[in-house]
């Protein structure tokens, strides 16, 4: 019996030293993955650039454009009322991000007729006032109101 307890001994010995090498590498393991989840990408830590903070405190003054000929809301009525947020508050944005702006708050049917009417070229890759006339072109209200009364005018003999 003696052979027979040392053959145990001897494997419980090994499976000691097995167990105490697989918490080593567990620990290693941790330790590893630690360090990769603790660091921050790059971008995390930069601040936000100035541009960035332009034009998202622009994009917040800005509603929606929703073309509805049946409710008069017209592209005109919308620049018009929006137009000091483009020409002051977001006045640093270089032309793509100004175009960037505008296309954010315009609906998507809006959006995809004036990607139709622009083809071959993108609404991104364009001048900002030729997009502002595009819009106009499509969505504005070109009718002149005029006063329809008639006035009647003495018989005169």
């Given amino acids: 019996m003696t052979t027979q307890t040392s053959d145990i001994a001897q494997l419980i010995e090994a499976m000691a030293k097995q167990h105490e090498a697989m918490v080593k590498q567990?620990?290693?393991?941790?330790?590893?993955?630690?360090?990769?989840?603790?660091k921050k990408p790059e971008t995390e830590d930069k601040p936000p650039d100035e541009g960035t903070i332009v034009h998202e405190r622009a994009l917040k003054k800005l509603e929606p454009f929703h073309y509805d000929p049946t409710a008069d809301s017209y592209f005109n009525g919308w620049i018009d009322r929006f137009q000091p947020v483009f020409s002051q508050d977001a006045a640093s944005l270089n032309n793509e991000q100004k175009v960037l702006l505008l296309c954010q708050r315009l609906d998507q049917t809006v959006y995809d007729r004036l990607r139709r009417h622009l083809q071959p070229e993108r609404p991104e890759n364009c001048n900002f006032d030729d997009i502002i006339g595009a819009l106009m072109k499509l969505f504005?209200?070109?009718?002149?109101?005029?006063?329809s009364c008639i006035l009647p005018t003495p018989n005169r003999r």
């Fill in 26 to 38: 567990q620990q290693e393991l941790i330790k590893a993955l630690t360090l990769t989840t603790s």
């Fill in 140 to 147: 504005g209200n070109d009718r002149v109101l005029t006063a």
